[in-house]
């Protein structure tokens, strides 16, 4: 139920500044209504933040104030308790046979490994792991999330910094010594042997040639060797491949330039290469690629897009090239694969807010629309997560208005898979919250949505519930408003007819 206090409580730190002086007895009530007293509701908590970053792409200042906020409470509960963390009964020690040693929570410890965690992060499913052993898993080729099995819309990996510090705070609390973030490796001085240098100090000579037979053939070769390993990855652009296919980009021979494409592609899961690519100038032609190549070439210069984009400046350099209506084109009129690597590219580039008004003047939402009502529902999902990202947005709100969106989402509300419908759920609530927000709020209401908002409180994902709850919250005080305003017609009418009876009389 709404709570004036908590609202007020949590209005007043919102802004205020990291540093700035906080009354404990605020953040005790907030500690006690949020129910955030133990490790556990905390982690809960920060892990439940970051997925909701993930999900829908909240802008940053909305999160780190949301992150600062929750800082501060965690601040305070250790304050109040400095003993939490502590084993508080026998069973949460194991012995080593000369040591009694607490057990490490579950929450603490990654899920791949089972090990506690000095750098665990969280990807695009909101799961935190271990930065080592996922990002061992992603440049293994795997593009979900180990645990849930979801597929993963982007492959960035944001710091967890509250659960590092309450995992800090165990350790303290337990003896042990904290576990300490692995320095970033040195680069290798080299990562193939002389044989295989000299191999690709060759094929890079013939990408120079003039033959384009040549051209074509060693193109391929890199190709290839691009995707076997991240060993070839690191030797091509020590080597100075990266240049030379950019520029073969431009070639009007359509197979050798499928060809560079996807060799950028296969270079760029190496982190480190994905600022070579960049720097050498690589986006204007990548986005050439995306135009006017083969629908292959189109397809995985479309999935090179998004693999830079997982820096988040690229993200910007991106968004200026102009690639934003090429990958709306892809996905008007690509293959399946091609719709599918365009909506990933376009997901990953509009988390970036400046990018989000050039997706809606490009015309994304009527082709997500068009997608989102398809008999086949292939692209439901990807349709369903752009359109959460891009409804924060001015511009898209109004576009989705304009095309009847309501009745769509109140159906995914109700019949869609858990995701598919917080995702619903989140773009509906944009909607309900905008300039036009009564029509919008009429309009789920003839559709019935109350019911279908009512099961997703009660059995959605957590995220679902949390937009159900705030839907049903501003459904109920629409359904109040108007039956006040019926009640003041009716009582007016009533009145007036009285005044004819008299003035009859």
Not at 34 to 54: K, P
Not at 61 to 66: A, D, L, V
Not at 180 to 202: F, L, V, W, Y
Not at 392 to 397: D, G, V
Request: hydrophobic share 40%.
């Amino acid at each position: 139920m709404p709570d004036a206090e908590l609202y007020g409580d949590i209005a007043f730190l919102y802004d205020k500044a990291s540093d700035s002086y906080v009354d404990p007895e605020i953040l005790g009530r907030l500690a006690a209504k949020l129910q955030l007293s133990t490790i556990s509701d905390l982690t809960q908590e920060s892990l439940a933040l970051h997925e909701m970053v993930a999900a829908s792409g909240d802008p940053e200042q909305s999160i780190e104030k949301m992150s600062m906020l929750l800082k501060k409470i965690k601040e305070y509960v250790q304050t109040q308790n400095p003993e939490m963390g502590t084993p508080s009964n026998p069973k949460s020690l194991f012995s080593d046979g000369k040591h009694q040693v607490p057990l490490i929570p579950d929450d603490f410890r990654c899920p791949i490994s089972l090990e506690l965690m000095r750098d665990p992060v969280i990807v695009a499913t909101g799961q935190t792991y271990e930065r080592a052993c996922i990002k061992k898993w992603i440049d293994a080729g795997h593009d979900t999330c180990p645990k849930t099995q979801q597929k993963l819309p982007n492959t960035t990996l944001t710091p967890n910094f509250v659960l590092r510090s309450l995992i800090a705070q165990w350790c303290e609390a337990n003896g042990i010594d904290p576990p300490r973030c692995p320095s970033k490796p040195s680069k290798p001085s080299s990562a193939c042997s002389p044989a295989e240098r000299a191999n690709i100090d060759a094929l890079i000579c013939k990408l120079s040639s003039p033959n384009i037979d040549d051209q074509r053939s060693a193109a391929g070769d890199i190709r290839l060797l691009a995707k076997r390993n991240a060993d070839n990855r690191i030797c091509i652009a020590e080597a100075g491949a990266i240049p030379v296919l950019v520029n073969l980009l431009s070639t009007t021979d359509l197979r050798t330039q499928e060809h560079a494409v996807t060799a950028l592609l296969n270079l760029s899961i190496y982190e480190d290469n994905k600022g070579i690519i960049i720097s050498s100038g690589a986006v204007p032609g990548i986005v050439h690629v995306l135009r006017s190549g083969s629908m292959e070439a189109r397809e995985n210069a479309a999935a090179t897009l998004f693999s830079l984009s997982v820096v988040d400046e690229n993200k910007i350099t991106i968004g200026a090239s102009g690639a934003i209506p090429a990958l709306v084109s892809l996905l008007n009129e690509g293959s399946q694969r091609g719709k599918k690597d365009a909506a990933t590219a376009l997901f990953n580039l509009c988390i970036y807010q400046g990018n989000k008004g050039r997706a809606v003047r490009a015309g994304v939402v009527p082709t997500l629309m068009m997608l989102l009502t398809e008999p086949a529902g292939l692209m439901v999902d990807e349709a369903l997560a752009i359109l959460a990202i891009l409804s924060s947005h001015a511009e898209c709100k109004a576009a989705i208005g304009a095309l009847q969106a309501v009745p769509v989402l109140v159906e995914v509300i109700s019949s869609g898979s858990p995701r598919n419908k917080e995702n619903a759920a989140a773009v509906l609530l944009h909607l309900c919250t905008g300039e036009q927000q009564q029509q919008h709020l009429a309009e789920a209401q003839e559709c019935s949505v109350m019911g279908a908002l009512l099961e997703l409180a009660s059995s959605g994902t957590d995220r679902g519930k949390r937009k159900a709850m705030q839907l049903l919250y501003r459904m109920t005080r629409f359904i109040e408003q108007q039956s006040q305003a019926q009640a003041q017609v009716q009582a007016q009418a009533q009145t007036d007819q009285s005044s004819t009876t008299v003035s009859d009389a």
